[in-house]
């Protein structure tokens, strides 16, 4: 299944700027940086974060020209021998053909590893849903139909549950965000969700910002773009805050374990908005981002706070408000405060944080002699 590829000279050499204000030839330095710079070509964290970047560029619409795209080309090439060699790696290495044929990489090499990954019955070896709602979007980017009976049903049932998201949990957290990227083609099409899908959305986007955790913040918000809801003002000030004090640099990151993603999803958020993203240094080497990290974690300091001898949980915030602040510092105090004016459905994350409306677990049972 070998695709070998000879670019074509476009008259232009740079595609027009579009509506999501990237400039697509000044993206070859950030493409060369993920392609060549962080990870061993290839590898599983290689594909992971290439995957990332390029479906990011690939659902903002845009087609970019071959000087871009050309940092690819060895992979491109290689991915049918890759695929068949690493199956389990399957759902990542077609996101990645797929994303480059969709920002215009030529050839046809995304449908025919489709066709073969539903030939070979990859798709059966999945073993939880959100898995199979992947291969599923996937294949269908490339014109392949795979439909696993009641999938959706199960993904609105485990989405549509508020109370799951109000703890902090990245698994759950992880699961409902790219439920609703995959349903909605991330946001290439419409998507209509229950009430209480896009409550599990604004509950899971108190936390984050109770926890000042941006990257987190950036992909419920993104979310909640992709089914038409409102943006709260005080998750987008404080994301283009973020965004403002973010700093890529013209360096290798030795163990890239830096702010990239953070940086990618806050970029792709903006740029949905029609906003210049993706500025990077001119340069053909490797990058490293950096993304400014709280001094204070208020959500681990509530979380404390609850666990203190004797502590009393309250009926409602302003109680629980007044129990806490022995506990938490003033900073954390007034995050909490700004969540609570500012934050939808606030009230409802309070008590599924709190555990407010539970009855305290019993203890040992005493058994007599």
């Not at 479906?55 to 020209?65: K, V, W």
């Not at 992979?75 to 759902?91: K, M, N, T, V």
């Not at 990227?181 to 984050?208: C, E, K, M, N, W």
Request: include cysteine.
């Amino acid at each position: 299944m070998s695709n070998v590829v000879h670019f074509a000279s476009r008259a232009s050499g740079v595609a027009a700027t579009g509506k999501s204000g990237l400039v697509p030839g000044g993206l070859a330095p950030l493409l060369t940086a993920f392609a060549h710079h962080r990870r061993r070509p290839g590898d599983a964290f290689w594909l992971k974060e290439n995957a990332e970047l390029l479906g990011i560029l690939s659902a903002l619409g845009r087609r970019l020209p071959d000087l871009a795209l050309a940092a690819y080309q060895p992979f491109h090439e290689g991915a049918a021998a890759q695929i068949a060699l690493y199956p389990q790696y399957y759902r990542m290495i077609l996101g990645v053909v797929t994303a480059l044929e969709d920002l215009g990489y030529p050839g046809d090499l995304g449908p025919r590893l489709a066709q073969w990954i539903l030939r070979e019955g990859w798709p059966d070896s999945e073993v939880n849903d959100l898995q199979r709602a992947e291969v599923r979007f996937l294949l269908a980017r490339n014109g392949v139909t795979w439909a696993p009976e009641g999938l959706d049903a199960r993904l609105m049932a485990f989405i549509s549950r508020p109370e799951t998201f109000a703890l902090p949990n990245p698994r759950a957290a992880y699961d409902l965000l790219h439920v609703v990227f995959y349903l909605s083609h991330y946001g290439r099409q419409p998507l209509h969700l229950p009430q209480a899908a896009i409550d599990s959305l604004v509950t899971l986007g108190s936390l984050a910002h109770l926890e000042q955790n941006g990257d987190l913040l950036a992909e419920v918000c993104l979310a909640l773009r992709f089914v038409a809801a409102p943006l709260p003002p005080l998750w987008l000030h404080h994301l283009r805050r973020e965004a403002a004090a973010s700093r890529v640099e013209a360096r290798a990151c030795e163990d890239s374990s830096d702010a990239y993603h953070n940086y990618l999803v806050n970029q792709w958020l903006l740029g949905t908005m029609g906003e210049f993203v993706f500025g990077v240094p001119a340069t053909s080497g490797p990058m490293s981002f950096h993304v400014p990290r709280p001094v204070i974690s208020p959500l681990r300091e509530f979380t404390q706070a609850l666990m203190q001898p004797g502590f009393r949980r309250m009926a409602e915030w302003p109680d629980l408000r007044v129990a806490c602040a022995p506990h938490v510092s003033p900073q954390a105090l007034a995050v909490a405060d700004a969540g609570a004016e500012g934050s939808p459905g606030f009230a409802r994350f309070i008590r599924g944080f709190a555990r407010l409306s539970h009855p305290a677990a019993p203890g040992p049972q005493r058994v007599q002699a």
